[in-house]
């Protein structure tokens, strides 16, 4: 029996071991500025392909290179390593894992690979509608979490990069998707906690998928298309005649990621609903806390940027600041005002029929619309007004309290009144930090 310390030089971790690679033809890598890499990168998570613990045993100096091509996905396996330890139970089969996870036509010969990359790259173009575009100037992409969708640019500048999002509705029956999304949802596993594969079996499932669009230096007029991310969609019917659409899977790869990729796929996903005749609302199946600040700072900026709904809601005065902070008024020292109860139909507390009608109107489900309100009016309220202070906490621990009902009929009256209070402080000052990000 092996000692720990030898077990341990024969046990690689697999987060470390599979390396990632998003391979482009040479004339597009020949496009790409120094600062973007697209290949060596690592998955979050592998436990659902090597095992709870992520390891990889019976192998020394191991590396799994899966590589990519940037647009169609086809796949290149090849595992290396220094040493073996002869085969045995013990021993991972590492390459008999993972193809259990992928399709069977991935490539184990390099040269053949590249070759397909090549091909792919002038022929692969995306499937289903277009839904949504935006540009981005290759010579100043910056990273953060609040990177704005920017202005359209010149199209003839070489150094545009177009981004565009495809929907893909007639799903499985999308001629060459369904090999095109056996290739894709890989990512699924590596990037989303608790992620698995969806049923085939099913033919509702939608798509929209996030493309970069790039021109090459070398033929300004050949554009090639690479891979940025993708979520499901799921409609589930809505009395009478229409569906809730819910977000289920929802990633940006990580060369991507931090550039404002996730808030224009969001943007594409919530206006096609808004387009939609025959969709009520955009829902979102169990949301990550990263994808729920997302999901909060977008919607808020579009609310913000409402003119019609900021000046209802909080005042004639109100005006909007191209989606910044609104004001109301002016003071004589040319101070803007915060407001103060009953200025508008946010209150607080905010007119019930007014709001629903607004939320059926922007399509938006009812506890997330409801939250964004309390953090509209939190940001616009007069801290030095008692009673819209009292209204405002009424407001929100009635909503609280509806939606933890259960949970605090267990407590007894004086348990139930500290945990609404906690839950209700706790709630408030994690809408400050995401006002802090949006305004």
Known sequence: MATPTAATQWTADANEALSLSLVRAPEDKASLW??????????????????EEEKIY???????????????????????????????STVD??????????????????????????????????????????????????????????????????????????????????PGFREFHRRMQLFVLLYIEGGSYISETEDTWEF???????????????????????????????????????????????????????????TAIYQHVLASPSIAELTVEDPAEAFEDLRDRNDLKMLIANDKFMREGFGPEAMSNNGGKVAHGRT???????????????????????????????????????????????KHMDPSDERAQRAYRLQVKERLYRFNYEILMQLDKQERQQKLEETFQGVVADYRRILGHVL
């Not at 407001?339 to 009608?357: F, T």
Request: proline share 6%; charged share 25%.
């Open 34 to 51: 120094a600062r973007e890499v697209y290949e060596g990168f690592h998955p979050t998570f592998t436990y659902p392909i090597f095992g």
């Open 58 to 88: 019976g192998y020394k100096d191991l590396s799994i290179d899966l590589k990519f091509a940037s647009g169609s996905l086809a796949q290149y396996l090849n595992v290396r390593y220094s040493e073996k330890l002869p085969s045995s």
């Open 93 to 174: 089969d590492i390459e008999g894992t993972l193809s259990k996870f992928i399709p069977p036509d991935y490539y184990t010969d390099e040269q053949k690979f590249q070759e397909r990359v090549e091909h792919d790259a002038l022929n692969f173009k995306p499937f289903g509608q277009k839904i949504y575009s935006y540009t981005r100037a290759a010579t100043t992409l910056t990273k953060g979490k609040n990177v704005a969708i920017p202005q359209v640019l010149s199209p003839e500048d070489q150094e545009t990069v177009d981004f565009e999002v495809y929907h893909v509705s007639s799903t499985w029956h999308t």
């Open 208 to 266: 929209a998928v996030l493309y970069e669009k790039r021109k090459r230096r070398s033929s300004p007029d050949v554009a090639t298309y690479h891979f940025v991310g993708y979520s499901t969609l799921y409609p589930f019917y809505c009395f009478p005649e229409r569906v809730r659409l819910r977000i289920s899977q929802f990633l940006i790869l990580p060369p991507y990621q931090q550039d404002g990729h996730g808030s224009a796929l969001y």
């Open 332 to 378: 004589k020292r040319g101070k803007g005002r915060t407001m103060r109860a009953g200025a508008g139909k946010m209150g607080p507390p905010a007119e019930r029929a007014w709001l629903e009608k607004w939320r059926l109107e922007l399509k938006i489900a009812g506890r997330q619309f409801n939250r964004l309100v309390e953090m509209l009016i939190l």
